[in-house]
């Protein structure tokens, strides 16, 4: 092999003697295996809303809830490709039941410390300059277990309250700006028309910043349970201000004071009080291949394959351990790599076959670096509130043992 041979044909990454004697054989008798005679069969030519494989059953996952209407289901990290999670694989969170809402009849009313009060349809939204952002969404609860000490088997289970969309919608100023902010207005209330009138407040910087009311999910409407027909997205903040069926919006000089903002959704500190109003979700990452529950079939070439996050700005930098954090590496950041979104990462690994551990940890625009589950205890604690611990974003470790298993550290 002369040195243009080897440059225009790299070593074969995962080519075995086996895999080529088999390929070779089907070449040589013209292609009979059943497979490809299936596929000679004429198939169905063409469906008005598509479905995926049926050898596909990468699923949501979740417990039973013993509170109707209560109940939130997992995104299965584990086997998402890219930065976009399919709407039927966003996690979901209600407190109340997934409302059966009309977009020919539901209103959004603007009121409070405003020139004009003034009701939308989600035909008027429609016909407003729109936007579409990629960002995620993700539960101040997401990973609490792993605060607990009490890991969960795999990366659904662990971070899997977390999801990353394309959403398209108005930006909430030009919306709060046709009804005109009064000087004293500080805060916007905002409230959902699900049955427990789920309701949150935010700065009015912050509502003026980069806050979309959404329709539009990933390239369609959006799905029920997300909020149809109209949510807000709140880029970089914890989950529950997202409000779903969003009906109302009251500008106020104060917060309103909510159950999920006053007792559900603060973070304990270890004094025992209880900090409000922390929005930001910070910088954070797992790995999602190989992660808890797959297996490696075989020693040598494996890609970990991983995604990061910042509710603060741009994940800058992914390191990754392949040896129980002795030494770190930097990964390949995948484009494009946005701000208050996912960011897949990559880093090519060759398995030994020894007994190890993987672990990813994420730095964002702020210099903000992921910290160690001890480094995080020690500055926040143990205590957990009412509803659990929220604001977790310790590194998280897999273990790869000798027979290929992959398990929870
Ligand atoms: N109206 C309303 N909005 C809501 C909720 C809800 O129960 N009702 N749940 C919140 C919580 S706690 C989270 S984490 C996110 C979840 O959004 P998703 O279900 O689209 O993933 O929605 C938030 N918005
Ligand atoms: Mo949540």
Avoid at 48 to 73: I, V
Avoid at 276 to 305: C, N, Y
Wanted: with cysteine; net charge neutral; charged share 20%.
């Amino acid at each position: 092999m002369d040195a243009r041979d080897s440059m225009s044909n790299p070593a074969p990454i995962l080519l075995s003697r086996r895999r080529l004697l088999a390929a070779g054989a089907v070449t040589l008798a013209g292609g009979t295996s059943a497979a490809q005679d299936a596929a000679r069969e004429l198939g169905p030519p063409r469906s008005p809303y598509g479905q995926r494989s049926p050898h596909e059953t990468s699923a949501r996952w979740f417990a039973p809830s013993p509170m109707p209407g209560s109940a939130a289901s997992r995104t299965p990290l584990q086997d998402a490709v890219g930065i976009i999670t399919p709407s039927a694989l966003h996690f979901e969170r209600h407190h109340a039941g997934v409302p059966a809402l009309s977009p020919s009849t539901h209103e959004l009313l603007v009121h409070g410390l405003v020139e004009r009060p003034l009701v939308f349809t989600v035909a008027d939204l429609r016909r407003m300059p729109s936007v579409s952002r990629i960002h995620f969404i993700e539960c101040a609860g997401n990973s609490s277990r792993e605060h607990e000490g009490r890991p969960a088997e795999d990366a659904q289970r662990s971070h899997g309250l977390l999801s990353c969309s394309e959403w398209t919608g108005v930006p909430l100023g030009a919306l709060l700006r046709e009804a005109g902010v009064r000087r004293e207005a500080a805060w916007v209330v905002a409230e959902g028309a699900d049955a427990c009138r789920l309701a949150r407040s935010l700065p009015i910087d912050k509502a003026l910043d980069d806050v979309i009311v959404a329709y539009g999910q990933n390239g369609e409407a959006l799905r029920p349970e997300q909020g149809y027909p109209l949510r807000l997205v709140v880029p970089g903040w914890e989950g529950n201000i997202h409000i779903k069926w969003l009906h109302r919006l009251q500008l106020s000089d104060q917060p309103a004071m909510s159950k999920d903002e006053a007792a559900s959704y603060t973070d304990f500190m270890p004094d025992g009080r209880a900090q409000w109003f922390t929005f930001a979700m910070d910088v954070k990452s797992v790995i999602t291949r190989p992660s808890g529950g797959q297996r490696l079939a075989a020693t040598g070439f494996h890609e970990i394959s991983g995604l990061a996050w910042s509710g603060r700005g741009r994940v800058t930098r992914v390191e990754v351990s392949a040896d129980r954090g002795s030494t770190w590496q930097d990964a390949t950041l995948s484009e494009p790599s946005l701000p208050k979104a996912f960011t897949r990462f990559t880093f090519p690994w060759a398995w030994s076959g020894r007994d190890t551990w993987l672990q990813s940890r994420a730095s964002d625009d702020t210099g903000d670096r992921q910290p160690t589950r001890e480094a995080l205890v020690a500055v926040r604690g143990l205590l957990a509130g009412p509803d659990g611990f929220n604001h977790y974003n310790g590194i998280k470790a897999w273990r790869v043992r000798p027979d290929g298993t992959v398990s929870h550290v």
